[in-house]
């Protein structure tokens, strides 16, 4: 079992930043076999959209409409991931979560609300 928790979210105005974090907590076994931390949005009345993903050796992929303005990045030993948003539209206000593949499961944080006002 992992667990995951998310902070950072909040108001900001188009234009500004904000910085994610998710933590992940379990035990030993279960945090050595994080492989991919990911980021997904969703707002409302849409679907559930992968923003950005980075996998145990530093490899990242991002979705095409944040790409050059989001950057993830991880920290192994503190078992804590990030999402760097610049440059925030109106069209980036989601509630955002946290995603971790450990197998042989999935693990999902509670979510943080992220408002971008024009």
């Known amino acids: 079992q992992v667990q995951l928790v998310e902070s950072g979210g909040g108001l900001v105005q188009a234009g500004g930043t904000l910085r994610l974090s998710c933590a992940a907590s379990g035990s030993p076994a279960s945090l050595s076999r994080i492989a991919w931390y990911r980021w997904y949005r969703q707002a409302p009345g849409k679907q559930r959209d992968l923003v950005a993903a980075?996998?145990?050796?530093?490899?990242?992929n991002y979705a095409d409409s944040v790409k050059g303005r989001f950057t993830i990045s991880r920290d192994n030993a503190k078992n804590t991931v990030y999402l760097e948003m610049n440059s925030l539209k109106p069209e980036d206000t989601a509630v955002y979560y946290c995603n971790v593949e450990a197998f042989p499961g999935l693990y999902w944080g509670q979510g943080t609300q992220v408002t971008v006002s024009a």
């Open positions: 980075i996998g145990r050796g530093g490899t990242t």
